[in-house]
């Protein structure tokens, strides 16, 4: 395992990917959230 | 709480303590003291991060603010995991790369020894105030719960953190912190059962969300943009952002946290989970708020929450007026019963004109009876000579009320097990601040680690004390936890300032960035006065102001650059 690799989880190959599943989990979220909001409003 | 109640939690606590202590090794080093060695995987990371973010206030304060509020509260959150994006890529290869103690270490190093000092002192300043803020959560519900005065309730809450912090180190507050993670999930998973549980029969999970976003509460999603809304979507992407990055990015007592990690990728990974998990866990807290408010239209509740001023007014001669309010709400509140029975019924039946129709009434119902709730705040204000809220009791009545015996014991130790983990971080980087950043810095140089650790030992200990002063006073503020992120908000902004300055913008010197800091300051200060904005975007201004203040100062008055060391 390289430096820059460790810590790195397997679901990923690179830091990038994993700062790109954060950002469209937060989106995910979002959306539920909005869906929520609406659904029982 | 009955005797099963009080085993809970004694044991509890007399675990996470006597844990604590066993997980301590002699510290020799300040490193060791204060990092636990930097020698800590991604799990400890992660569950350390949300424990120390994780206030009592959290626990006690969210359900009450979801049941007065709504859920809007959880957009405050959205910037949290762009802020861990950003930390990941710039801030944890920095102060990692720097081996830096504290995050204002780094400062010296980029800037100067007045820039350092500054910053280490709006830190210490800010983090003094909202720990005693932390602290008075669960002496609160102690206070409640046992009839004590909250001054030795306050005393007791800050003393047990204070024990295995001064003792243990940062080693036995993160292992504490995975042991207190867990209870404190178990705790609200089964507080959320119950209350789903004590729903009337006819009335399922559904239609209690049902019942209660009918009534305004499952706001959880605005996406106006307006600058004076406390909580939408684009103050918590943009506000929150800047929030959040200047909270996990410069203040020490998260910084401490991740710079346990054993290397840069275990430390990001820490950080990174903490952006997967956050949200998700405050939306479920804040939802435990809302079914609490379901709950209480098919039950009447109190008219005030908290049962201390209540108590002592009905001993004044105002008695026979709040009996009267009281009265009026029981009244009140089985008209709106009824017709929240209507409404189930309609939404059953899917008839969108009655459900206008019942929802018409049931918002003009819920007007009266915050009017009567303020009403009466107003006359417990005026018989006890004190100023009332009773929004973090709403949960915690719920809990004393209706959850059984041993749940009960359990809950209250999740709360004071939630404080334990926050304000114990906070406690040692009060200390580490104080002997990295003044102590060993400027005013004892050169001295052994073990003098260091025992100067740690003994900072720990003031701080407690004084955050435990500063508790004493807290009771003067209203939800505790916006009170304890309007604090944060007026110094976050200008910290966050003067790091991304350090990061970024390579061309500007230490004596413009502290100008910079000291005019941005000023600003924010006088525009949280004249309440020119709501308090989220007051990181925003504080942080761009001092960018740009430095960045004109540094046009116009040039410094000599100073040269970085460490590969920089």
């Known amino acids: 395992m390289t430096k820059s690799e460790d810590g790195l989880p397997p679901f990923v190959k690179s830091w990038t990917q994993l700062y790109y599943l954060i950002i469209a989990v937060l989106i995910l979220l979002i959306a539920l959230f909005y869906w929520f909001t609406v659904s029982f409003e | 709480m009955n005797w099963i109640d009080w085993i809970v939690l004694l044991l509890t606590l007399v675990i996470i303590v006597g844990y604590g202590i066993y997980q301590s090794k002699k510290d020799r080093t300040i490193s060791s003291y204060l990092l636990a060695d930097r020698s800590l995987p991604w799990y400890h990371i992660t569950l350390s991060v949300m424990a120390t973010q994780a206030s009592a206030v959290t626990f006690l304060s969210a359900p009450g603010q979801a049941y007065t509020d709504g859920m809007r509260f959880v957009q405050f959150y959205f910037g949290l995991p762009l802020a861990m994006v950003v930390l990941c890529i710039t801030f944890v290869p920095k102060f990692h790369t720097f081996r830096s103690v504290t995050a204002y270490e780094f400062l010296e190093k980029r800037f100067d020894l007045r820039t350092r000092g500054l910053t280490s002192f709006l830190f210490l300043l800010q983090r003094a105030l909202s720990t005693g803020l932390s602290i008075y959560a669960p002496a609160l519900i102690l206070s409640s719960i046992l009839g004590w005065d909250i001054l030795y309730t306050n005393i007791l809450s800050g003393a047990a953190v204070l024990l295995y912090t001064v003792v243990g180190g940062a080693r036995a507050l993160s292992y504490t912190h995975l042991l207190q993670m867990g209870i404190v999930t178990l705790g609200m998973i089964a507080a959320g059962v119950m209350v789903v549980h004590l729903l009337p029969p006819q009335v399922s999970f559904t239609d209690a969300l049902n019942v209660a976003g009918k009534m305004g509460k499952t706001n959880a999603i605005d996406f106006t943009f307006d600058l004076n809304s406390r909580y939408n979507v684009w103050s918590g992407l943009i506000g929150g952002f800047f929030l959040q990055l200047s909270y996990f990015g410069t203040d020490q007592s998260q910084v401490g946290r991740y710079l346990t990690g054993s290397s840069v990728g275990q430390s990001r990974l820490g950080l990174a989970m903490n952006g997967l998990l956050k949200i998700p866990m405050q939306f479920l807290i804040l939802l435990v708020g809302v079914l609490v408010f379901a709950f209480y239209q098919f039950t009447t509740p ?32 089985l008209a709106k019963r009824a017709e929240v029975i209507k409404l189930h019924e309609r939404l059953e039946n899917g008839d969108a004109t009655e459900i206008a129709a019942s929802r018409k009434i049931l918002s003009e119902a819920e007007k009266e009876v915050q009017s009567l709730r303020k009403e009466s705040a107003g006359l417990l204000s005026e018989a006890t000579g004190t100023v009332v809220n009773d929004v973090n009791y709403i949960f915690l009545r719920f809990i004393t009320d209706y959850l059984p015996a041993g749940l009960v014991g359990l809950l209250i130790a999740v709360i004071l ?63 505790m936890i916006e009170a304890v992120n309007v604090l944060g908000s007026l110094f976050y902004g200008v910290t966050l300032g003067i790091f991304l300055t350090a990061f970024y913008f390579r061309k500007i010197g230490g004596r413009a960035v502290f100008l910079g800091a000291i005019i941005g300051e000023l600003f924010v200060v006088v525009s949280h006065i004249a309440d020119l904005t709501a308090f989220l975007w007051l990181n925003l201004i504080g942080c761009v102001l001092v960018i740009l203040f430095a960045a004109v100062i540094e046009k116009v008055w040039p410094e000599p650059r100073k040269q970085l060391t460490n590969g920089e």
């Open chain 2, 302 to 333: 109190p008219l005030h929450f908290d049962a201390i001023p209540v108590n002592k007014t009905l001993q004044t001669p105002f008695a026979g007026q709040y009996r009267e309010l009281e009265s009026k709400h029981e009244a009140l509140q």
């Open chain 2, 417 to 479: 097990l939630a404080c334990m983990g926050s304000v114990a971080s906070a406690y040692q980087s009060l200390a580490s601040t104080t002997v990295v950043d003044f102590y060993r810095r400027s005013i004892a140089k050169n001295k052994s680690e073990a003098h260091y650790v025992t100067a740690s030992r003994l900072a720990t200990a003031f701080w407690g004390i004084f955050c435990m002063v500063v508790a004493q006073y807290a009771s003067r503020f209203g939800s």
